[in-house]
C-alpha cells in the first residue's frame, strides 16, 4: 500500500522476487539479507513525499518513481489484473 492504496497484490513469492511497481521494488530492497547469492542493491526514493490529506491528481507516487512519465501526473491508474495471481496499480503494466 501507498498513501492508502493497494499498489501491488499477489503471492509471496512473486512479491519478494520480482517486485513489479515501484513502490514495492523499493520495500523489498531494503529486506536485509544474510546470505551473498541474496544480495540486493538497494533502492533509495527521491522526490517530495505528497500530503496524503491533499487531492492527488494522477498516480500518488507519481513524485517519487524513477519511471514516472507525463500519463502518470494526469490519470490515476487502476488496480490491474496480470494473472490469477498478480495485481499491479501502475502505468508502466497498462497497455
Do not use: W
Request: with cysteine; hydrophobic share 30%.
Amino acid at each position: 500500500m501507498y498513501l492508502g492504496k493497494i499498489v501491488e497484490a499477489s503471492v509471496v513469492d512473486h512479491i519478494y522476487k520480482e517486485p513489479l511497481h515501484p513502490y514495492t521494488q523499493t520495500l523489498v530492497s531494503s529486506i536485509p539479507t544474510v546470505l551473498k547469492e541474496e544480495k540486493r542493491k538497494r533502492i533509495f526514493l527521491e522526490g517530495e513525499i505528497p500530503n496524503p490529506s491533499s487531492t492527488i491528481k494522477g498516480c500518488s507516487f507519481q513524485s517519487r518513481c524513477p519511471f514516472a512519465y507525463d500519463r502518470c501526473k494526469v490519470e490515476q491508474p487502476k488496480l490491474i489484473n496480470l494473472d490469477n495471481e498478480r495485481m499491479v496499480r501502475c502505468h508502466l503494466y497498462s497497455y
